[in-house]
């Protein structure tokens, strides 16, 4: 049933939860300012060319039957699969299911230049622009979701900031742009006639603080623009501050692309006077010579103040940011440490700057990756645990002192990276915060089901809308399976992890953001069986209600009397999971594989009496007995008692419904190190290789579609990734990266390179999946399986047997947080139109990465 829900609310949510939120968050300033950032207006990277002021809409009320992972998408699948199709005034796109026509109407924008119409709530834009020559422009469009240009997809402007601008040759003719609005009813789009072939733009600069205290260099990271038709290789980065210059190669920027590159900063002396200063920045050609310069402002302090610092993350080799607000304890070593993850449109150096400093610890606020990011799941969990790590090398806390905290969205990660990583936090504290994200959407649409038919008519749900929203669904296998990949993401399915820490939950009397009964309902969930959890709702209090909304004092004295548990001191422990990919281990227990892949697995530990584990839904199980200090000769696992050694770890396999002690298993086979389902390919900075031997229209797309799921990367994810043509693809130069194939053995020769003796083959015509043949070239698939020559990094394949298939690829759902992909999908050319439906097979490998020990459904 929860499948259903969150398919039938995907609109409804973003029309009532989003405006909801963003009205609350932009009301109330400070840390919930909205994004923290002005929209770009200026134009520096060129002239203007083109200002589009007239146009076509098509209202599409969708309430919604979308899937999240495959959304139905008529419109663009016109434009993508005939790209010369043009529209008129007055044409009937389709009938709506309530017999009215859906027609084109023509628009015009307002005095700012800008389409602006609450009508264009739930539209696509159609522009035109007739262009006399061939000729290279920057379209700049901003608060779509996505762009087709010519029937090729391209990265939106989600959040209206202004920032895309995408290199583009226009045809000589009409070149059409199909828009589809975002979450703002209104729509900005122009085209620049760039300055230079190649050059800086500022529009997202990742900038660290510069810190007097410290003699490293620091990393930033800027966007450099590429309009030529050529690659740009062997250039160089040369950044001067206060008279230090640092040199940085950059990596290869593909034809008519832009590419965020990090580069490194010097560091200053500590005599420095603290406050404003400029950064040269000069981007140097394969001859040395300078064809971009940028000046940029740093904020040079001490580290005893607020402050941001920068790293390479090993998601994709980008440069994220972390903000600081330090321990007013100048002397004390090992510290506390607290790990504080921000709301929705937050900044996270808003985050960190609402926190008065502790005498006793240090606050560390992580970006999420964006603003908004990931909601704390997918990257936005990696984006987490990489400033964790990265804030303890530094802060050297002590280690039973680690704390977990946020508010909003972050009162939401909270629950979800305190419930997914229980043993590495002594205590959490979720303010304002919702456990489940996609139960938090689904009791948006409950609660307004409940308002008068009348009110609900005003907000264009009729009569018959409610019924067919109230219509029950009824999900495919095929459906349930994909749906099961989300497993992880399912938060009060790890409810018990709780019983690690102490939890302090905060939340507003009168908060109708994350409306207080959500916290409420946590009350009593905790209370059937938790035995160390306070609530408190602050009187009168709304979502955002001061600083105090989150740096509440009582969360802190909470905090102060907690500390995590050595093992030695536990005799029970519980721990659940639902993917040993996402999170295996709990102090000294380790789950590796699953009976059934992405189910809940949980193992209950006992030393009472005797050492004692019961399990469920595990395959293979490690226990580390150098953390105990125990002496213990034998175990129980679930009833069957076995002879061990405590000087050692051991793995324990069930074997035909008995457990069996074994050998270390192989990295060859599934993991924590590696186990699926496909959005895992999309890490270990990861490259993309596309491919370049077949047709020129497959060349085109594939290639597209590279910089397509890069530019989302890049904008969801403040990710640089790197795209390469599969020619230049050598395993030994790119060693233990994750890759990203786009096309299929005819075409991308660097297929046999990585997956010759893969179980599924796909070439034109033909997908070989097992046993099993699929003729034709409508068929397009998603999997992930291992590097063979790498133990831990994976290959993600994007492919399909022809252009039709090809096509039903352009979605990149796979990026965004809350989909839910297992290690394989097979669709065809059909899915643009019916969604999930068009899913012919979804399916996890076994964990020896074969099909035959795996799971699949077919359709």
């Not at 929209?39 to 083109?50: M, Q, R, W």
């Not at 009964?517 to 609530?535: C, K, P, Q, S, V």
């Not at 999971?577 to 006992?606: D, L, M, Y």
């Not at 050598?730 to 233990?736: G, I, Q, R, S, T």
Request: aromatic share 12%; hydrophobic share 35%; charged share 25%.
């Amino acid at each position: 049933m929860l499948h259903f829900k969150f398919k039938k609310i995907t609109c409804l949510f973003i029309i009532v939860f989003i405006s909801t939120l963003q009205f609350a968050q932009q009301r109330t300033g400070n840390i919930v300012e909205y994004f923290g950032k002005e929209k770009v207006d200026e134009i520096s990277e060129g002239k203007l060319l083109h200002v589009f002021k007239n146009g076509l809409s098509l209202k599409i009320q969708d309430f919604s039957f979308n899937s999240s992972s495959f959304p139905k998408e008529p419109i663009f699948e016109q434009f993508l699969m005939n790209p010369s199709l043009k529209v008129s005034e007055n044409d009937v796109f389709d009938i709506d299911y309530l017999g009215n026509e859906l027609i084109w109407k023509a628009i015009s924008t307002d005095e700012t230049n800008t389409f602006n119409n609450e009508d264009l709530k739930s539209s696509y834009v159609y522009l035109t622009y007739k262009s006399n020559i061939e000729k290279t422009v920057l379209f700049e469009a901003s608060s779509h979701t996505m762009l087709v240009v010519n029937g090729l997809p391209h990265e939106g402007d989600h959040y209206d900031f202004g920032w895309n601008l995408i290199p583009l040759k226009l045809k000589k003719g009409t070149n059409v742009f199909v828009l589809k609005v975002g979450r703002f009813p209104r729509i900005r789009a122009r085209l620049i006639e760039p300055e230079k072939p190649v050059q800086f733009t500022t529009r997202d600069v990742t900038m660290p603080d510069i810190l007097v205290e410290e003699t490293k260099d620091y990393k930033g990271a800027i966007r450099i623009i590429n309009t030529t038709n050529n690659w740009i290789k062997n250039y160089t980065i040369t950044s001067e501050l206060l008279g230090v210059s640092k040199e940085s190669e950059v990596i290869a920027i593909p034809p008519l692309s832009v590419l965020k590159v990090p580069f490194s900063i010097a560091s200053v002396s500590k005599e420095t006077v603290l406050g404003t200063v400029d950064l040269n920045l000069q981007l140097k050609n394969n001859n040395n010579q300078v064809v971009s310069n940028q000046q940029i402002k740093l904020e040079i302090k001490t580290k005893h103040q607020h402050h941001k610092k920068t790293f390479i993350s090993e998601i994709d080799g980008s440069v994220q940011y972390y903000s600081v607000a330090p321990s007013t304890d100048k002397s004390s070593e090992a510290q506390a440490l607290f790990l504080s993850v921000h709301g929705a449109s937050v900044e996270a150096v808003n985050q960190a700057n609402a926190y008065e400093k502790k005498d006793w610890g240090n606050v560390v606020a992580p970006t999420n990756r964006r603003p908004f990011g990931f909601a704390w799941e997918d990257w936005g969990r990696l984006d987490a645990l990489e400033v964790l790590a990265d804030a303890k090398s530094i802060y050297q806390p002590d280690s039973t002192k680690i704390y977990l905290t946020g508010h909003s969205m972050g009162g939401h990660g909270t629950w979800y990276l305190g419930a997914t990583y229980p043993d590495k936090f002594a205590s959490i504290a979720p303010c304002a915060g919702y456990p489940d994200l996609l139960l938090y959407r689904d009791s948006f649409l409950k609660k307004t089901l409940e308002l008068p038919q009348e009110e609900l008519t005003k907000r264009g749900m009729t009569p018959e809308v409610v019924a067919r929203i109230n219509t029950p669904y009824v999900p495919t296998e095929v459906e349930k399976l994909m749906e099961r990949a989300g497993t992880p993401s399912r938060t009060l399915k790890l409810i018990r992890n709780y019983l690690h820490y102490g939890v302090y939950v905060l939340h507003g009397e009168k908060d109708d953001v994350v409306p207080t009964y959500i916290a409420r309902d946590m009350r009593e969930r905790l209370g059937a069986f938790h035995n160390d959890f306070t609530y408190y709702e602050y009187p009168d209090g709304t979502h955002w209600y001061g600083n105090h909304s989150l740096d509440w004092y009582k969360i802190f004295n909470f905090f102060k009397e907690r500390t995590l548990r050595n093992p030695n001191e536990i005799k029970n422990l519980e721990f659940y999971t639902g993917s040993p990919g996402v999170s295996a281990t709990s102090n000294f227990i380790t789950i590796h594989q699953q009976n059934k892949p992405f189910e809940i697995s949980s193992f209950k530990f006992s030393k009472e009496d005797s050492f004692k584990i019961d399990t469920d839904n595990i395959a293979l199980l490690e226990i580390d007995f150098t953390k105990l200090k125990d002496t213990i000769t034998t175990i129980l696992v679930d009833g069957k008692e076995m002879n061990v050694n405590s000087n050692s770890n051991i793995y324990l396999k069930e074997i035909n419904d008995e457990w069996t002690i074994v050998n270390k298993p192989s990295l060859q086979e599934k993991g924590p190190h590696r186990n699926g389902g496909f959005k895992d390919a999309f890490r270990h900075n990861v490259v993309f290789v596309y491919a370049t031997k077949g047709s020129a229209v497959e060349n085109e797309w594939y290639y597209n579609k590279a910089k397509f799921d890069a530019e989302t990367f890049w904008y969801k994810a403040n990710g640089t990734i790197e795209i390469i043509k599969d020619t230049d693809f050598n395993p030994k130069k790119y060693e233990d990266r994750n890759v990203i194939i786009y096309g299929n053995k005819t075409n991308n020769i660097a297929w046999n390179k990585l997956l010759k003796n893969c179980p599924i083959q796909v070439e034109n015509g033909l997908v070989n999946f097992g046993s099993k043949k699929l003729k034709g070239n409508q068929w397009g698939l998603y999997f992930t399986v291992p590097r063979t020559d790498s133990y831990f990094a994976s290959v993600g394949v994007v492919t399909a047997t022809g252009n039709k298939g090809m096509k039903a690829t352009y979605a990149n759902h796979y990026l965004v947080n809350g989909t839910t992909f297992p290690d394989v999908l097979l669709f065809d050319d059909t899915v643009l139109i019916n969604g999930d439906k068009a899913v012919k097979c979804a399916g996890f490998f076994g964990n020896d990465w074969s099909i035959d020990s795996g799971e699949f459904k077919w359709k």
